[in-house]
C-alpha cells in the first residue's frame, strides 16, 4: 500500500492550500480516508475523515474552514483548507484504513506552515 501525499507549503494566515493523496496497493472504494496532523511537540491528532460513501467528520478545530473530499475514480482523497491559522502548522499525513478512523496505513506526510 501506498500513500502519496502532496500540496503542503507556506501560506500566510487566512489562506488556503489543497492538499492531495494518491493511494494505490488496496482497494480504494472499500476503505476510510483521513487527515491527521502532528504538530512539534504534539500528538498526532485527527483532522477530518471520510467513508466510502462519502459521510465525512471534522476536528472541532477545523469544522467550517476545512472539506474532505475523495475521488474514488483517481484514488484519491483532498483536504481543501480554508482561512488558515497559524495553530494549523504541522505535518498532514494521510491514512487509509478499514477501522474508523482510519489509521491501517499512512502516508509521508507534508508540511504546512501558517505564517506573516
Known amino acids: 500500500v501506498q500513500l502519496q501525499a502532496s500540496g503542503g507549503g507556506l501560506v500566510q494566515p487566512g489562506g488556503s492550500l489543497r492538499l492531495s493523496c494518491a493511494a494505490s496497493?488496496?482497494?480504494?472504494?472499500?476503505?476510510?480516508m483521513g487527515w491527521y496532523r502532528q504538530a512539534p511537540g504534539k500528538q498526532r491528532e485527527l483532522v477530518a475523515a471520510i467513508t466510502p460513501g462519502g459521510a465525512t467528520n471534522y476536528a472541532e478545530s477545523v469544522r467550517g474552514r476545512f472539506t474532505i473530499s475523495r475521488d474514488n475514480a483517481k484514488n484519491t482523497v483532498y483536504l481543501q483548507m480554508n482561512r488558515l491559522k497559524p495553530e494549523d502548522t504541522a505535518v498532514y499525513y494521510c491514512s487509509a484504513g478499514t477501522d474508523w478512523p482510519p489509521r491501517g496505513y499512512w502516508g509521508q506526510g507534508t508540511q504546512v506552515t501558517v505564517s506573516s
Open positions: 496497493g488496496l482497494s480504494f472504494s472499500s476503505n476510510h
